[in-house]
Antibody, heavy 121, light 110 residues
């Protein structure tokens, strides 16, 4: 069964860091790009970042560029999102989501259940 | 303000046919595939339509989609109460080098 499981969310103070992790199951992990998408409370979906199937290409939304870093370990079937310099507007549910292809230009076909990040003093 | 625009809400009675629009630009909808997602209250989004008009296995054929130029639309026929959800379009944007989501359309079945 194809599945993505996020972990690492929590409450963090402004300016601090947090690292989210996504574990993948049930498919050939190194064939697919992986995205992070977030959703602030009561708001719509916002794409955050994408990493290509082999980790060589990363793409970021302007709102997180320079603060967030996406990485993957194909030997462990995991993708991480390192979030630095967190701000209040980073508060959201963060979804790990599989691209329906190897890199950029593809949609998303599988979503995790999400992990909640709250940035508050 | 999203790069890709959807109406914030839509509604119709049971059995009705309804369409939701998604309007963009040459750098996104005009060049790349559009995808549609359904998000039921309190749950993760689910892929409804991929690559402009492809329905994944398990999605009822009441759901269909099309694209023309820089606009796309999702059609839902035979509206049911369980269709009440938020619907999002998404597309890769070549200028932004990232995926953009529409602002979402909240569907109410009257």
């Amino acid at each position: 069964q194809v599945q993505l499981v996020e972990s690492g969310g929590g409450v963090v103070q402004p300016g601090r860091s947090l690292r989210l992790s996504c574990a993948a199951f049930g498919f050939t992990f190194n064939d697919f790009g992986i995205n992070w998408v977030r959703q602030a409370p009561g708001k719509g979906l916002e794409w955050v970042a994408l990493i290509s199937y082999d980790g060589t290409d990363q793409y970021y939304a302007d709102s997180v560029k320079g603060r967030f870093t996406i990485s993957r370990d194909n030997s462990k079937n995991t993708v991480d999102l390192q979030m630095n310099g967190l701000r209040g507007d980073d508060t959201a549910m963060y979804f790990c989501a599989r691209g329906d292809g190897s890199g950029s230009g593809y949609g998303i076909d599988v979503w995790g259940q999400g992990t909640t990040v709250t940035v508050s003093s | 303000q999203s790069v890709v625009t959807q109406p914030p809400s839509a509604s119709g009675p049971p059995g009705h046919r309804l369409t939701i629009s998604c309007s963009g630009a040459n750098s996104n909808i005009g060049t790349n595939y559009v995808h549609w997602y359904q998000q039921l209250p309190g749950t993760a989004p689910k892929l409804l339509i991929s690559r402009d008009n492809q329905r994944p296995s398990g999605v009822p054929d009441r759901f269909s989609a099309s694209k023309s130029g820089t606009s796309a639309s999702l059609a839902i026929s035979g509206l049911r109460s369980e269709d009440e959800a938020d619907y999002y379009c998404s597309v890769w944007d070549d200028s932004l080098r990232g995926t953009v989501f529409g602002g979402g359309t909240q569907l109410t079945v009257l």
